[in-house]
């Protein structure tokens, strides 16, 4: 599970930052989970295989609708949305150390702090 900070798609190079988890703790192959930026809807998503299985909610007044306070209070967001990129990216705020995103092979999207969210909970519906 590779750590981000950015997702998203550069529409000069079609490449595409997202974040995959790994087939399991011990093959570091991609798995079925991938964390994604909905630039149109400014929200976070995470697939299972392709299809949705959880969204963050909005993106207002800096923060998520459906991830929690103390898990965002860390952060700060920039979005970018231009004829050459639409992403999404973070930094940690204030003196926090510099945190990172990681998610696992069911599903949970983590920092280094703990649980961000738990598309593990949502069990094939989206929530």
């Not at 750590?3 to 399991?24: A, E, I, M, Q, R």
């Not at 959880?54 to 991830?67: A, D, M, T, V």
Request: hydrophobic share 35%; net charge neutral; glycine share 8%.
């Amino acid at each position: 599970m590779a750590p981000t900070k950015k997702l998203g798609v550069n529409h000069k190079t079609g490449n595409h930052w997202l974040l995959v988890s790994w087939f399991t703790e011990r093959l570091a192959t991609p798995g079925a989970f991938s964390l994604e930026w909905e630039p149109v809807e400014q929200e976070l998503i995470i697939k299972r295989r392709g299809k949705v299985c959880w969204r963050s909610g909005k993106l207002r007044n800096n923060r998520f609708e459906y991830i929690s306070e103390d898990a965002q209070s860390r952060l700060k967001y920039t979005i970018v949305s231009s004829g050459d990129e639409n992403s999404f990216s973070f930094t940690a705020s204030n003196e926090e150390p510099d945190l990172l995103w990681s998610l696992s092979e069911i599903g949970q999207l983590y920092d280094d702090k703990g649980n961000v969210a738990r598309a593990d909970l949502c069990y094939g519906y989206n929530c």
